[in-house]
């Protein structure tokens, strides 16, 4: 079992453009998550699904949006990179809210934004 | 509010040496507790849990009791391994089931 995919695995990026960070799970999870990963300050929520169709705002969404079709799938995009967007991004899920607590975590996207 | 405390690392040991990382909590109500591990390069990965007071999760030769009295969490292990160099995250989740993460702990051991 995959479990959690991510794509890409690094890029750098320019400031001003616009991308779009993959997130695919096979478990068949009703929740997940983005964060951010930045030395010194942890990780930090940017939004979170309970459920597909439905999104919500974590602790640092400005400059990001997500969306949720399906089960799946959950694409965090940048609209508009700023170089303070440089950081290592984390897609996570869980079976439910009520297992928020025991996430599954994905490798990773270095992004570097220039 | 909620929140999660550890340690300040880094913490460096010799192999064989006996591990603790300190976690405390603040939380309303009654929270479930968690401790993850991140190897270098990788995503987090879920080590232990317990879900109320005085339940002891472990996991791999790690362990950490849930002590409500102290609102404590901390994390031990007997012997290190160089293989358990890794940063270590307490985490809590809230009875609304929002979940909060400890700065992290780096571990480094040395042979």
């Known amino acids: ?114 | 509010g909620d929140s999660v405390t550890q340690m300040e690392g880094p913490v460096t040991l010799s192999e064989e040496a006996f591990l603790t990382i300190n976690c405390t909590y603040t939380a309303t109500g009654y929270p479930s507790l968690f401790w993850y591990v991140q190897y270098p390069g990788e995503g987090l990965q879920l080590l232990l849990k317990a879900t109320k007071a005085d339940d002891k999760g472990s996991n791999k030769g790690f362990e950490a009791t849930y002590r409500k009295e102290t609102t404590s969490f901390h994390l031990e292990k007997g012997s290190v391994q160089v293989s358990d160099s890794a940063v270590y995250f307490c985490a809590l989740k809230t009875s609304y089931d929002k979940v909060i993460f400890g700065p992290g702990t780096s571990l480094s051991v040395i042979p």
């Open chain 1, 1 to 114: 079992t995959a479990g959690i995919t991510q794509a890409p695995t690094s890029q750098i990026l320019a400031a001003g453009r616009s991308m779009t960070l993959r997130c695919t799970q096979d478990m068949r999870h009703n929740a997940m998550y983005w964060y951010r990963q930045d030395l010194g300050l942890g990780l930090r929520l940017i939004h979170y699904s309970n459920t597909a169709g439905t999104t919500g705002k974590g602790e640092v969404p400005d400059g990001y949006s997500v969306s949720r079709a399906n089960t799946d799938d959950f694409p965090l995009t940048l609209a508009s990179a700023v170089p303070s967007q440089t950081s290592v991004y984390f897609c996570a899920s869980s079976s439910g809210t009520e297992r928020a607590g025991e996430q599954f975590f994905g490798p990773g996207t270095r992004l570097t934004v220039l």
